[in-house]
């Protein structure tokens, strides 16, 4: 995995190129967006809201397909992804701020 500048950077802190990289990227995002329209991929349709709209998905759900095996093997994939992902956040995030000690504990955390 890549690390880049901005994770290293102690929180709050701004570097002059951030606003320019975030530019960057806007003006990107315009002309991808400029260029669908002009070639008739995206169609810019506005309209007003309407709350009856929301009644073609509003309780839809099918819940015994929700609850079959397969979407379950579906659950359980995300919940350990997200697992593994913010237990991942939790060290990276106490290793930079210097909060795990020398025996790679992070102090004042008790287990139940």
Excluded: Y
């Excluded at 320019?20 to 007003?48: D, F, I, K, Y």
């Excluded at 309407?50 to 579906?74: C, R």
Aim: net charge neutral; with cysteine; glycine share 6%.
């Amino acid at each position: 995995m890549r690390t880049r500048c901005s994770d290293l950077r102690p929180p709050g802190h701004r570097h002059p190129d951030d606003a320019w990289h975030s530019r960057r990227h806007t003006r990107r995002n315009t002309h991808t967006t400029v260029l669908a329209v002009g070639t008739g991929l995206a169609r810019w349709e506005p309209q007003a809201f309407s709350i009856a709209d929301i009644g073609a998905t509003a309780f839809q759900l099918d819940l015994k397909t929700a609850a079959s095996p397969a979407m379950l093997e579906v659950a359980f994939v995300f919940l350990f992804v997200s697992l593994f992902d913010n237990i991942g956040t939790l060290v990276g995030v106490t290793k930079v701020a210097g909060l795990i000690d020398d025996h790679n504990e992070i102090p004042r955390i008790t287990a139940f």
